[in-house]
């Protein structure tokens, strides 16, 4: 029996998880980044304002707070390379329920450590059998409540607040820039962004480190692709769930492509100008809009998260190898 097709959320199911969120989130500043050489201006959304340091707080939130009563009796968990799992120890903390994270055996140290602190268990797996977790949402063998942070609709609703703040925050925006990590983010603000500045673009950054929204474009349906190792993690993915393709493809219309190195420049950048403290994926907007040749309206750069490591963050500030 085929899955039903994804349904991307409803502006009152977006305003709904707005309500539902106030005692868990901020309500991020967007701020200008001030350049001298650009002409028109460049604005960061800084999620890494959030109370575990990146967006994830919110998907993971609404979606366990829309979760059916009694379903949360066993626990919960997730399959997280890091911010998500974070954001589901500490929601779970917040709620009073235990909580697992299933992540990569090559995951950063630094998330690792913070899920741990934060009272959750880590269970480490194979980067495949990770996928595999990825790809069934969930694990036969985890009896708890499964968050899917990208597919699950109520996630999606969680990451549209974000489109909701930057339309009220910035009302004549003409392009949001955002980073991929499944598409649940992406999804979640096109769809705000859709219905309250139609006129609006979204566009996907990403870096050549993992780049499957870029390679989707070119051959027009989800492809599997190499993913080469760098300090950016939380960003990128071996492939586009083939379920999330039809509601990439019908909100965005591109994605820009940037190398390692210039997501680096931009992590040092956001600190010497703004004083912001951004991860590689957080940075990645930036990098992307920093690339384009036409500079041309307001753009809005969604800073994902701050959980940088730290011996990767004083190798950028003092321009050494990552």
Not at 67 to 76: D, R, S, T, W, Y
Not at 182 to 203: H, M, Q, Y
Not at 264 to 289: K, P, T
Request: charged share 15%.
């Amino acid at each position: 029996m085929r899955a039903a097709a994804l349904k991307l959320p409803t502006i009152d199911e977006i305003r709904l998880a707005a309500a539902r969120l106030k005692p868990y989130i901020v309500c991020t500043p967007l701020l200008r980044l001030y350049l001298h050489d650009r002409q028109n201006p460049l604005y960061l959304k800084l999620e890494n304002l959030q109370p575990v340091g990146s967006f994830k707080v919110r998907p993971v939130a609404n979606a366990l707070l829309c979760a059916e009563p009694g379903a949360l009796q066993k626990g919960v968990y997730t399959a997280s390379s890091g911010n998500a799992g974070v954001a589901m120890a500490w929601t779970a903390r917040q709620l009073g329920i235990s909580a697992t994270v299933y992540a990569p055996d090559n995951g950063p140290t630094a998330k690792l450590d913070a899920i741990r602190a934060l009272g959750a268990t880590v269970s480490l797996v194979s980067e495949d059998q990770w996928w595999e977790i990825v790809l069934n949402s969930g694990h036969a063998a985890d009896p708890g409540y499964y968050v899917d942070g990208v597919r699950n609709r109520s996630a999606m609703a969680g990451n549209g607040t974000i489109g909701l703040e930057i339309a009220r925050q910035l009302p004549d925006v003409d392009t949001v820039v955002v980073p991929f990590g499944g598409g649940g983010i992406v999804s979640g603000i096109g769809s705000a962004i859709a219905v309250l500045k139609p006129d609006a673009r979204v566009v996907i950054a990403e870096s050549e480190a993992a780049a499957p929204v870029a390679a989707a474009f070119r051959r027009g349906s989800p492809v599997r692709v190499a993913v080469s190792p760098s300090f950016i993690s939380g960003a990128g993915a071996p492939a586009v769930l083939e379920d999330m393709w039809p509601l990439i493809s019908r909100l965005v219309r591109r994605s820009v492509t940037v190398p390692v190195a210039e997501v680096a420049n931009a992590v040092r950048l956001l600190f010497l100008h703004n004083r912001v403290v951004a991860e590689g994926a957080g940075a990645i907007s930036v990098a992307a809009a920093l690339s384009e040749t036409s500079d041309t309206g307001k753009t809005v750069c969604v800073v994902t998260g701050g959980n940088i490591d730290q011996a990767a963050f004083c190798n950028i500030l003092n321009r050494q190898p990552v």
